[in-house]
């Protein structure tokens, strides 16, 4: 059941499937909803089923009038209704979407503002209710277009999953697709396959079918490559992890094994040869990197005094943005940088000849199976660095010998065919928790 920018109200009436469950408020549900605030209108109640012990769950909507704006929209008012929208000139209070569970207090789950959401002045938002969910699609923008996708458990209240898409709205090959599942902090990030040309390309992003339970492939269909991204855990940028810290359960992990990531070079190794790399954003501008590799020391003993490709290390590739540069029919150019990490942490340049270096710390550690682990601090000077895209990749070595290359994106021929942006974790305004992050240090469990 969808309802589009408007009222819950007026999509349910529209509806033959309304659940003849769907009540309105009780008399101290609707104090509690309104306040005292005089404008308040209730404009529709719907089932939303049962939740995990049995209560009935419902999902209320409210308008309010402009002389109840909250503080915290714009001074200058919302458009809630179908008649703001079209008219341009009124406004209201804002939106807000409220869960009833059972006899627990009313809760505020979504205060909605649809100021135009941006420049374009063409944003709307979907509530979407199934049993036991609730889907909250919002769209805007200008010249960039975006759209995002929440999926709401109601009952446990959690944040299960999140999509979103970014295009320019008159250049192809711009739209990037990401989606997120939220209780595992996965991430996979889509773009447009490169092309020789681009002059017929639709502009938007790709709308691929998503299964979290299947390892990404790098091209899921032929006009389409994927990635892993690389998650930012943290809500907002933290003091440094304490040195020492290993990451559990944070963050992307690639293992040389094929089981994860995407085997760019070489053969899979046997599972007892297998290495793992685990990596997370710990700001905007620097990496937390661990490798578990059984080859490492042995590799590096042989490699000694020889190039590093031939040592065991660690390749992070980035980009610049160069959108409106070069021939519009073949899309905008892309000029990649690779730099090579040893895990001596030692930085060496790669192609591209990046003029930027990050600084590199390293330090030992454990796994949470008591196995030897290297982690590395990769943190760069430059704000922009890490913004227009970020690949991981891992060489795994023996006797002086690159044996096989394991990567979050799509590489050929060490030259991208698409580095996905990091994802930013955020507390959601409705205060759902979203997963958790485990790692060891002075805190052992962040939960979002």
């Given at each position: 059941m969808t309802f589009r920018r408007g009222l819950l109200a007026s999509a349910l009436l529209m509806t033959a499937t309304m659940s003849a469950h769907a009540a309105d408020l009780t008399p101290d549900e609707q104090k509690i909803i309104c306040e005292e605030r005089a404008t308040c209108q209730v404009v529709g109640?719907?089932?939303?089923?049962?939740?995990?012990?049995?209560?009935?769950?419902?999902?209320?909507?409210?308008?309010?009038?402009?002389?109840?704006?909250?503080?915290?929209?714009?001074?200058?008012?919302?458009?809630?209704?179908?008649?703001?929208?079209?008219?341009?000139?009124?406004?209201?209070?804002?939106?807000?979407?409220?869960?009833?569970?059972?006899?627990?207090?009313?809760?505020?789950?979504?205060?909605?503002?649809?100021?135009?959401?941006?420049?374009?002045?063409?944003?709307?938002?979907?509530?979407?209710i199934a049993d036991n969910r609730l889907v909250h699609t919002q769209s805007g923008g200008s010249a960039w277009r975006w759209n995002t996708s929440k999926t709401f458990?109601?009952?446990?209240?959690?944040?299960?999953?999140?999509?979103?898409?970014?295009?320019?709205?008159?250049v192809p090959s711009t739209g990037t697709f990401m989606t997120v599942d939220r209780r595992t902090l996965e991430a996979r990030a889509y773009a447009p396959a490169p092309r020789d040309d681009w002059?017929?390309?639709?502009?938007?992003?790709?709308?691929?079918?998503?299964?979290?339970?299947?390892?990404?492939?790098?091209?899921?269909?032929?006009?389409?490559?994927?990635?892993?991204?690389?998650?930012?855990?943290?809500?907002?940028?933290?003091?440094p992890l304490p040195?020492?810290?290993?990451?559990?359960?944070?963050?992307?992990?690639?293992?040389?094994?094929?089981?994860?990531?995407?085997?760019?070079?070489?053969?899979?190794?046997?599972?007892?040869?297998?290495?793992?790399?685990?990596v997370i954003g710990e700001t905007g501008t620097s990496l937390i990197i661990q490798v578990r590799d059984p080859l490492a020391a042995a590799a590096r003993q042989a490699a000694e005094g020889l190039s590093w490709i031939k040592a065991p290390h660690v390749e992070i590739w980035t980009t610049e943005s160069q959108l409106f540069e070069g021939d519009a029919s073949k899309g905008?150019?892309?000029?990649?940088?690779?730099?090579?990490?040893?895990?001596?942490?030692?930085?060496?340049?790669?192609?591209?000849?990046?003029?930027?270096?990050?600084?590199?710390?390293?330090?030992?550690?454990?796994?949470?199976?008591?196995?030897?682990?290297?982690?590395?601090?990769?943190?760069?000077?430059?704000?922009?660095a890490l913004v227009y895209g970020?690949?991981?990749?891992?060489?795994?070595?023996?006797?002086?010998?690159?044996?096989?290359?394991?990567?979050?994106?799509?590489?050929?021929?060490?030259?991208?065919?698409?580095l996905p942006g990091m994802w930013h974790n955020s507390q959601d305004e409705s205060g759902a928790p979203g997963g958790a992050c485990e790692f060891s240090g002075d805190t052992h469990q962040l939960d979002l």
């Open positions: 109640v719907n089932d939303a089923g049962k939740g995990k012990g049995g209560e009935a769950l419902r999902v209320a909507e409210i308008v309010l009038g402009f002389a109840d704006l909250p503080n915290y929209f714009p001074e200058e008012g919302c458009r809630s209704t179908e008649a703001a929208l079209e008219a341009m000139d009124k406004v209201d209070g804002g939106r807000e979407i409220w869960l009833l569970a059972g006899t627990a207090r009313p809760l505020k789950l979504l205060p909605l503002c649809n100021d135009g959401y941006g420049s374009a002045m063409m944003g709307y938002d979907d509530i979407a458990q109601l009952s446990p209240l959690r944040l299960i999953a999140e999509d979103n898409c970014s295009y320019h709205n008159a002059t017929n390309a639709e502009i938007g992003c790709p709308t691929p079918a998503v299964d979290f339970a299947k390892p990404l492939q790098p091209q899921p269909a032929p006009d389409v490559v994927a990635a892993y991204a690389v998650p930012v855990p943290f809500d907002v940028d933290p003091s040195q020492g810290t290993t990451l559990g359960t944070c963050g992307l992990s690639l293992t040389s094994d094929g089981n994860k990531g995407f085997m760019i070079f070489g053969k899979p190794a046997a599972s007892e040869d297998a290495a793992e790399l685990r905008p150019e892309h000029k990649y940088f690779q730099i090579g990490i040893g895990l001596d942490g030692m930085v060496h340049v790669g192609a591209g000849k990046p003029t930027v270096l990050p600084k590199v710390t390293t330090w030992p550690g454990k796994d949470e199976q008591e196995r030897d682990v290297t982690v590395l601090r990769v943190t760069w000077p430059d704000d922009a970020v690949g991981v990749v891992y060489s795994q070595a023996s006797e002086a010998k690159q044996l096989r290359l394991v990567s979050n994106a799509p590489i050929i021929k060490n030259k991208p065919l698409f």
